[in-house]
Structures are given as C-alpha cells and as structure tokens.
C-alpha cells in the first residue's frame, strides 16, 4: 500500500510505497535505451491515465565518501550538489526484491500542465522509483550516481537489455546484496546515460569494498577507490578527466580518510560540510547530504548544508 506523501522540510518531501510498481515487467519487456522509453513504460504500463510526464536534463556536482566507524559498521557519505531543487525521500519494499530508501530530484520530472506534488501519493511515488540518484538498500549496498563533465555519454549498443542510469540505480537497489552482485548485473545491460550525461556509480557493500564504475569508450571499468567525486578514477585515457573542483573535493575526502583509520556518523557529516557547495563560492548548493550506516539500515539526512538539523530515517 502507499503512504501520504510528508514534508520533512522546505524543499524535501518523504514517501512510502510498499508493493508492486512494474519493475519486473520492465526488465522483462528489455528496459529501456533512454528516459523517453522510461516515461513511455511508466506511462502504457503502470500509471495509465496519468497526465504525460517527461524526464529534464540536468548538470551536478556530487562527492562520496566510505569508511568504518569503531564499532566495523560501513558508512556511506554523499553530496548532491546543484542549484535549489525539490527532493523527494522514498522508501520502499517491492514484492519481489529488497527494501531501500532512495533520493530523487523531483524538478527532474515534468508533467504536463501539473505540478507532481499535485498527483496522488501513489502516482508521485511510483514515478519517483525510476529516477533515484542515490540510496541504499536493506542489504547494506549504497549506490550513487555521480556526474562527470566530459563530452562523451554512454550509449552500449550489444544485444544485452537496455538500462539508463537511474533505471540501473532502481535495478540494484532492488537486486544485488553487495559490490559483485551489482557489478554482475550492471554488466548484463547495455548502458544508456540518463539526460546524455557522462555518469559514473559509486557502489560501497558492508564489507567495506568500495568502487566506481565508469564507462570509457562504452566499456564497464571497475575501479577500487573509497572517494568519488566528478572525474574519471580509471587508469588510462580518461584518468582524471572532470572538473577543477572535483579534484580539490576529492583530496579533502581523501586526506580526511588518511587521517582518521575510522570516523563516525557524525564524522562523515563533518567531511561531507568540507566539500560542500558553500565552501567555493558557487552558486550551486549542496541539496542534500545522507550519512548511510550501512551495517544499521540507520540514514540521515541533512538539506541544503544546514548540517545542525538532522532528519533519521531507518530501512524497515
């Protein structure tokens, strides 16, 4: 059943939705090569009669960050950054698949003559399970998609089944347990990067492992690392290909990382306010900062880096 959709706070909204949203039938019927065919299986399959909806385009910034805290529990740290959005925190527990929490931008959805906000609680929050950004699921696994500036996109071409990137994020979220298990089924999909953008997946399990995959000339390179920021990390061509700012993020992370063996939940919110938007003068700001305890199912929230307010979710 659905739940109401809540404020938390000025420009963060929360829902649950617990059962079946067709993501099954999705996969089954091949995916999809781009948000069009997103919009049009959402459309045809799941929320017939609903006003036409579309997927924008969007730039951002993002840093991540995974490290143990004393206890050995895994922490997952991440930043969207972009200029003042509206956000939407869904948990979920499908039929088939694992429960998580996910973050979407919902000003990355469109409707036509209405405003999302304005649908039932159900309808906003089927739609939003097809664009995440981030999240994390009941087994432990924490995924983000970051940006990366480059004016190369993804767009695989075998005789795999289809995904985009936020589709792909929904795809984990529901199926894999851990860092092999998501690798495994990103490779068995073709990749289409979601609005054109170069993108890269941040993945981090309750192990500890902690990776990026990024996609260089339309081939899947999985790289070990414990920060991601907005350039390439995979050795060769590509390698540190991105922003200026995304290097200085990723030497403040990873110098945080060197001088502490492990860090806290609030210790990962202190490194994620080291890198947020304020810190450089832009006009963009940090939308939103999450601590995940990936041993716990534990989550915190923060919105547009006032880090003093703290909203708790937990992985049912």
């Not at 065919?37 to 991540?64: D, P, R």
């Not at 993108?199 to 500890?208: Q, V």
């Amino acid at each position: 059943m659905d739940g109401e959709v809540v404020q938390v706070t000025v420009g963060l909204s929360a829902v649950t939705y617990d059962g079946d949203y067709g993501f099954d039938e999705f996969l089954q019927q091949g995916g999809a090569s781009s948000d069009a065919e997103v919009v049009s299986f959402l459309s045809e399959h799941v929320l017939t009669g609903t006003t036409a909806i579309s997927f924008g385009a969007m730039s951002f910034g993002c840093s991540t960050i995974s490290v143990k805290n004393a206890d050995s529990h895994s922490l997952f740290g991440r930043n969207f950054d972009w200029n003042n959005c509206n956000a939407m925190i869904v948990q979920n527990k499908p039929e088939n698949g694992y429960a998580s929490i996910s973050t979407v931008n919902t000003d990355f959805i469109s409707m036509s003559g209405v405003e999302l906000s304005s649908l039932p609680a159900k309808a906003q929050a089927i739609i939003c399970l097809y664009a995440p950004l981030d999240g994390m699921n009941e087994k432990g696994l924490a995924v983000s998609v970051n940006m990366i500036q480059d004016f190369a996109t993804i767009s695989q071409n075998s005789d795999k089944p289809d995904i985009t990137t936020t589709t792909a994020i929904r795809l984990l979220l529901d199926k894999a347990a851990n860092v092999d298990e998501a690798v495994e089924l990103l490779s068995q999909y073709d990749m289409h990067a979601s609005m054109g953008y170069m993108m890269h997946f941040a993945l981090a399990d309750t192990s500890g492992r902690s990776v990026v995959v990024e996609y260089i000339n339309n081939e899947m390179v999985v790289t070990e690392t414990r920060v991601v920021t907005n350039f390439y990390l995979a050795a060769g061509e590509k390698n540190g290909i991105g922003t200026k700012q995304s290097h200085e993020r990723y030497d403040i992370l990873t110098k945080a990382l060197s001088e502490n063996s492990t860090m806290s939940m609030d210790d990962v919110c202190v490194a994620l306010d080291s890198v947020s938007k304020d810190n450089f003068g832009e006009f963009e700001s940090t939308e939103w900062s999450i601590v995940f305890n990936q041993s716990t199912g534990e989550v915190h929230y923060y919105h547009r880096e006032n880090y003093k307010d703290k909203y708790i979710f937990k992985i049912k």
